[in-house]
């Protein structure tokens, strides 16, 4: 039995990019056609088959201390950015201020899709949910320079909606407009999932 169900949600690719060196900035170039590899997407600063722990993982393991890349694509939902410009009062927000991989429309609340669900291009390469991505202070500084006095307002304007992030299952190349299909685990939610939270 298959343990991954199609759902018959299908976005479109509307934007891709990849952040070079991250050391220099966060801000990404945008690209038209994007070559994912096992160890991240080719040209992207945050790829590599590992990286070092940070704050996401802080109750698991010392800072700096080497995992698995599971952070290889940073996907957002074309409709979760349009709600972040609003939520900041801005008529738009590029995402490449952001440092975003990929960015897709059409599947409803983006930001909280189930862990482990895979998002398949036509194409066939495969990304795999890890997590919501949450959002940090570093966007601040290319908003910033670009729309001066808004980018302090970018964390809390994220909350909720700032995207996942994703690793490659399926080497490929993802396009502009592209679709690009939901797959999801077919199990329940854990039963103690609130009791664990509140642990």
């Known amino acids: 039995m298959a343990a991954l169900k199609p759902t018959g949600f299908v976005g479109r690719i509307v934007w891709l990019g990849v952040v070079p060196d991250r050391a220099r900035q ?18 992207e600063a945050h790829g590599g088959l ?12 010392p800072r700096d ?26 008529a738009a927000l590029d995402p490449a201020l952001v440092g975003a ?22 194409a066939g390469a495969t990304l795999v949910v890890d997590m919501e991505n949450r959002p940090c202070v570093l966007p601040g500084k290319p908003i910033e320079a670009t729309h001066p006095g808004f980018g302090a307002r970018f964390k809390t304007a994220a909350n909720g909606r700032r995207g996942i ?3 490659v299952e399926r080497e490929g190349v993802f396009s502009l ?10 199990q329940p939610v854990w039963a103690h999932l609130a009791d664990a939270r509140r642990g």
């Open 26 to 43: 966060l801000q990404a170039e945008p690209v038209a056609t994007l070559r994912a590899h096992f160890d991240g997407p080719m040209g």
């Open 50 to 61: 590992t990286r070092p722990a940070c704050s996401r993982v802080k109750a698991l393991y």
């Open 65 to 90: 201390t080497v995992i698995r890349n599971t952070r290889q694509f940073s996907v957002m939902g074309a409709e979760d950015l349009a709600q972040i410009a609003q939520r900041m009062g801005l």
């Open 101 to 122: 991989t990929m960015v897709i429309e059409g599947l409803p609340d983006f930001s909280h899709l189930p862990p482990s669900s895979r998002l398949q291009g036509a």
């Open 165 to 167: 992030t994703a690793w």
């Open 177 to 186: 407009g592209e679709a690009i299909s939901l797959y999801v685990p077919d």
